[in-house]
């Protein structure tokens, strides 16, 4: 299966706003709030990589520049330099075996206010395949790529999604004649499904907007879709999480202090 997915792209939308976490996303977009010390950009992309994934297009807006600069540099940055400060000059060290991971990334200027279909509707043309994988850039999760893309195959439908049981905000309660019998600090929710993004998208998905329709991914094409029976669901149960506030920020950073996190082991679960 990873031998497959190297010829799939992944679109990672990454041009909102992020008006919900103000305190990052005035300063920088959403995408490039670390997690560990790299954006939670960078967290999504790994994620994919480890099924083979290597071929990413991000729809950039809303400080897309930021994004720019950190991939137009990725490779210095990530690379051992030694700078003779009289000369100027700069000399590449071998780095052990480490370096800069083998991905190509397409940055594609969407709009600064765009709506996600627009986003995505605009970079169909740097897609070289009738299948693509697409994402927001804001959440990890330990979803199996390869086994999202044999649903996705084997369904017959232009898109499917993933379907995730979220978090809880707030602790759990059991109560029984007034009295608590359990207490579950943040569970994981036992209601309905949600979209978690990491969705399979075949081109034609988009055939019914015109040039002009800036419309939302989720109204203006996925309910389409639902609408038309050609939408399927690949239901994850493992670990999901988003970023829209800092204590999830938090929550993700402090996953990362045992080791490597769950979004980065394909192992996990």
């Known amino acids: 299966m990873t031998n497959d997915l190297k010829d799939i792209p992944a679109v990672i939308l990454c041009g909102g706003l992020g008006t919900r976490f103000a305190e990052e996303t005035t300063i920088r977009p959403k995408p490039m709030v670390e997690i560990d010390n790299r954006p939670i950009l960078w967290h999504i992309m790994s994620h994919y990589a480890l099924f083979g994934v290597r071929r990413f297009i991000l729809c950039l807006g809303y400080k897309g520049d930021m994004i720019r600069d950190y991939f137009l540099h990725y490779w210095r940055i990530n690379r051992d330099i030694e700078v003779n400060l009289k000369s100027g000059t700069a000399q590449v060290l071998d780095n052990g075996g480490r370096g800069p991971e083998d991905w190509d990334v397409v940055l594609a200027e969407t709009g600064r206010l765009s709506q996600t279909g ?7 043309d740097r897609i070289d395949s009738p299948t693509f994988f697409a994402t927001y850039g804001d959440g990890v999760s330990t979803v199996d790529i390869g086994a999202l893309y044999e649903a996705h195959r084997k369904s017959g439908r232009l898109a499917t999604i993933t379907g995730v049981r979220p978090s809880s905000r707030f602790g759990e309660l059991d109560i029984e004649g007034g009295q608590i019998k359990t ?9 309905g499904w949600i979209n978690g993004g990491f969705m399979v998208l075949e081109k034609p998905a988009f055939d019914h907007l015109g040039p002009a329709d800036d419309v939302s991914l989720e109204r203006g094409v996925l309910e389409v879709l639902a609408d038309r029976e050609q939408l399927s669901v690949h239901c994850h149960g493992g670990f999901w999480q988003c970023m829209d506030t800092a204590r999830e920020r938090d929550l993700l950073n402090e996953m990362c202090k045992g080791g490597t996190p769950p979004w980065l082991r394909r192992d996990a679960e």
């Open 183 to 191: 207490f579950q600090e943040k569970p994981q929710s036992q209601g």
């Open 118 to 124: 627009m986003r995505i509707r605009k970079v169909l």
